[in-house]
């Protein structure tokens, strides 16, 4: 039976814990909108890392982007720009990670791989490949999946990418940081930093 007739059992997790946290929601419905400690954060998908953890978080501290490899795309940087100028944040952080996936492919290996087919593929000692052939799509070709070989010049490359950007005022700090996923430690990149420093 498809899970479009009948609902995952993840899909049932998900309302039985919102049912849940709705039970002890409180006053969080009175939360401002904008972030209370004017800040936002920049950071990986990744299931490993919880922002409101390593960052010391509650519900409407700080904006938390995500994408793929916390990379300044220029959708993340839209949303920073909203970020600073209609919710009143005045400081940036960019934070990557170690062990990311976005290491252990290329924007030529996932182009192929999705031309050929939208299953999700798999990695052995010889590299990705598709379990099935088929139902694949060129519009791959048009995305930039933003991957990257070093993981502090990643966060070099975001940091300067913001910092550069017309619509970032220079007078906001963007700090780069990447997350230990072995020890849950944040550790600065230097050089980003110093980049990164507000005029």
């Known amino acids: 039976m498809s899970l479009q007739k009948e609902n995952s059992k993840i899909h049932k997790e998900v309302i039985e814990a919102n049912t849940q946290y709705v039970k002890s929601f409180g006053d969080k419905g009175n939360l401002a909108l904008p972030p209370a400690r004017r800040f936002a954060i920049l950071t990986c998908m990744d299931a490993r890392l919880d922002p409101a953890k ?6 409407g501290d700080a904006h938390v982007i995500r994408n793929a490899g916390g990379r300044a795309s ?5 949303s920073l720009v909203i970020s600073h100028k209609l919710l009143g944040t005045q400081e940036f952080f960019v934070i990557h990670h ?3 996936g976005m290491q252990l492919f290329t924007d030529d290996i996932i182009r192929n791989l999705l031309e050929k087919s939208l299953k ?15 139902g694949g799509s060129d519009e791959a070709r048009f995305v930039p ?17 913001i910092r550069n950007h017309p619509l970032v005022p220079k007078d906001i700090p963007v700090y780069g940081y990447y997350y230990d996923v072995k020890t ?16």
């Open 54 to 59: 390593y960052a010391g978080l509650s519900e």
């Open 74 to 78: 220029d959708d993340a940087i839209r």
């Open 98 to 100: 170690s062990d990311c």
């Open 120 to 134: 999700t593929a798999t990695i052995d000692a010889n590299g990705w490949k598709n379990v099935t052939e088929e």
């Open 145 to 161: 999946f933003l991957t990257f070989k070093n993981l502090e010049d990643s966060v070099v490359e975001d940091v300067k990418r």
């Open 184 to 199: 849950g430690k944040l550790v600065e990149v230097e050089k980003a930093t110093k980049i990164g420093r507000a005029a």
